[in-house]
């Protein structure tokens, strides 16, 4: 084969190799593209947030493709900034002035498509919807972000309960919503009642501290001496469960000798002991008498000595018949002297 033939077989398989390439970049620029292959219509709608949504983004009704996004732009009107996002639709359907357009989510990679539905009884056909009538994207993110301070305070299994659900939402699924705004009305419930527990604490300290003006000293003395006697009965947290079980065995005889002896509710101490005690010589009398009287309610000895008490060499000494009555049985022991 001469160099000629060569260089010729060589172009025309080069030629064969760009045509093959060219098609098949037709091929995938058809596949993104995905365009509509029935006859289509032109209209125009404001979004005032468009994020997420690209040319060549779907039109889609109840799942079915019927349009394709072809332009978006930023433009100035009545005092805001709104996207203006111009689009196709099959001319099986039409615009109308109560059609509803919301930028949904088409997967979770952040892709977004426009969703158009129907009212049941369509109003009149227009070109162009304004962006009071349209529901705009929204940030996932930002949604989460928002919901850090409330999700921080939620079990490993409720948070992934809650995105499950989130997730299946997004993806379309519409057996996700119902457990979600589930979750999203505990969330709104927990918010809400956390947001009254602090308004509740932040009053309470308020009156505090309207009540305190000028007087956190003494408050804080106060402080200081209420921590001693709760430290101390701390200390003894054991005894209470006693004190409990046996103190209404010891208390019960002592509140029926009070009431006997005539101390009731409502007694007039201060009276009592005036009808007592005439005079201060007579309560120091009183008083004086007492350790004989509280010895002589001992009960007197029943048993003799042990073999092993205190022997008198001389025996025990017989005492008088006023010393008997005295001592009152008191265990004392008077040696006889010696002879």
């Known amino acids: 084969m001469s160099p000629h033939t060569r260089m010729l077989v060589t172009l025309g398989k080069l030629a064969v190799a760009v045509v093959v390439a060219a098609a098949l970049l037709a091929v995938v620029l058809s596949a993104i593209r995905n365009p509509i292959e029935a006859e289509t219509d032109s209209y125009t709608a404001e979004f005032t947030d468009a994020s997420g949504l690209h040319v060549n983004g779907d ?10 996004v072809t332009g978006i732009e930023l433009v100035h009107r009545l005092g805001r900034s709104v996207a203006e996002v111009e689009f196709t639709l099959d001319r099986a359907y039409r615009l109308h002035d109560n059609t509803v357009l919301a930028v949904k989510y088409q997967n979770l990679t952040g892709v977004r498509f426009i969703d158009l539905q129907t009212a049941d009884e369509p109003g009149a056909p227009v070109r162009h919807l304004s962006a009071d009538v349209t529901r705009p994207s929204f940030d996932i993110t930002q949604l989460f972000n928002g919901l850090q301070p409330v999700l921080s305070t939620m079990s490993t299994d409720e948070i992934d309960a809650f995105m499950s659900n989130a997730l299946t939402l997004l993806q379309g699924d519409g057996s996700g919503l119902t457990p979600m705004l589930d979750h999203a009305q505990r969330l709104a419930d927990l918010a809400h009642d956390r947001e009254q527990v602090i308004s509740t604490l ?98 007197p000895q029943l048993t003799t000595p042990a073999a092993g008490g205190m022997q008198c060499s001389n025996g025990v000494a017989q005492l008088p018949t006023e010393v008997r009555v005295l001592l009152n049985g008191s265990e004392v022991v008077v040696c006889a002297p010696s002879s």
Do not use: C, W, Y
């Open 59 to 68: 039109v889609r009704t109840k799942g079915v493709r019927i349009g394709k």
């Open 202 to 299: 932040v009053s309470n300290m308020a009156r505090v501290a309207d009540a305190m003006g000028g007087r956190s000293p003494q408050v804080l003395e106060f402080m200081r001496s209420l921590s001693f006697p709760v430290a101390k009965a701390a200390t003894v947290l054991d005894e209470f469960p006693k004190t409990a079980a046996l103190g209404p065995e010891f208390l019960t005889p002592v509140h029926r000798l009070l009431e006997q002896l005539g101390l009731e509710r409502g007694l007039d101490i201060e009276a009592l002991a005036t009808r007592a005690f005439a005079s201060i010589s007579d309560a120091a009398e009183a008083l004086r008498l007492l350790p004989p009287a509280l010895a002589g309610l001992q009960l």
